[in-house]
């Protein structure tokens, strides 16, 4: 098993050398395609009647503008992928969550920085990585600030028995089954014997995929302080967890674990949901 398609997000306003040199060493060590992608939108000018002339020349003018930074992205991927991948380029004059959501099919992996946490506040700018991780149906990795461009030696598994940390840790697989260390962690206000057999049963699932896991329970009633807390102890540099959430009206309300995962833009995180 392993990814053969990546799409790395970009981001149209700011710097991406470390997302994607990120990307790059994880689509040559598979051998994968690499997409860059890039989108953004205008904000349409707020005026009178007297004034929607100009608005609608100012409107053109930044999306005239959004192209030239289209273009200035594509060389900057080109450049730093620098042959080391197969790559395509695709690019969106569109909201950049919904335009990443879309072309998510073309890929196994989605590749994004997120520097804002949780939820982005320029949604004509900037992809979402909360709204991303839901919607897209692809497993997301959130390469954090200032990350090495090789992830994955160190991989902490937040394991809580649902439905999202199943399929984020069979997604994850290719990244487990490379790393030099995978720690699988349950930590919750009481540890039972369910708790224990869940945590083995993972464990054992993953040894059959020729990942040698060892496993942790932590008793703990705060568990997203206690989770990061054990990330940082053991210097993983890849956490691995289920990404639970719902839509309320125009924002999603997120599960405790997934906002405090996501809202430390430190690490790198891989999430399915």
């Not at 969550?97 to 804002?116: E, G, N």
């Not at 260390?181 to 206000?189: G, M, N, R, W």
């Not at 102890?233 to 405090?260: K, N, P, Q």
């Amino acid at each position: 098993m392993s990814y053969k398609s990546i799409l790395v997000n970009l981001d149209a306003d700011r710097s991406n050398v470390a997302v994607v040199k990120a990307a790059s060493a994880l689509a040559q060590r598979w051998n994968a395609r690499l997409i860059g992608f890039c989108a953004a939108d205008a904000y349409l000018p707020v005026t009178g009647p007297e004034g929607a002339t100009l608005a609608g020349e100012v409107w053109q003018q930044m999306r005239d503008d959004d192209e030239r930074r289209f273009k200035d992205r594509r060389k900057e991927f080109e450049a730093l992928v620098a042959g080391a991948a197969e790559t395509e380029w695709r690019d969106a004059m569109e909201r950049p969550t919904y335009a990443l959501v879309q072309a998510s099919r073309a890929a196994d992996l989605v590749v994004m920085q997120a520097a804002d946490g949780a939820a982005t506040r320029d949604t004509a700018r900037r992809s979402d990585p909360g709204s991303a991780v839901l919607q897209t149906g692809r497993p997301l990795l959130i390469v954090g600030t200032g990350t090495e461009h090789r992830i994955g030696r160190k991989i902490v598994v937040a394991w809580k028995d649902t439905k999202e940390a199943r399929r984020a840790v069979f997604d994850a697989i290719p990244l487990l089954q490379a790393a030099d260390d995978v720690i699988v962690v349950t930590v919750a206000s009481t540890i039972d014997q369910w708790a224990r057999a869940s945590i083995a049963d993972i464990t054992a699932f993953l040894a059959r995929h020729g990942v040698a896991a060892r496993n942790e329970t932590v008793e703990s009633y705060r568990e997203s302080d206690s989770l990061i807390a054990l990330v940082d102890r053991y210097d993983a540099d890849l956490v691995v967890s289920g990404a639970f959430g719902h839509s309320r009206l125009r924002e999603w309300a997120f599960g405790g674990m997934t906002r405090s995962l996501l809202d430390e833009t430190r690490l790198n995180r891989f999430m399915s949901s």
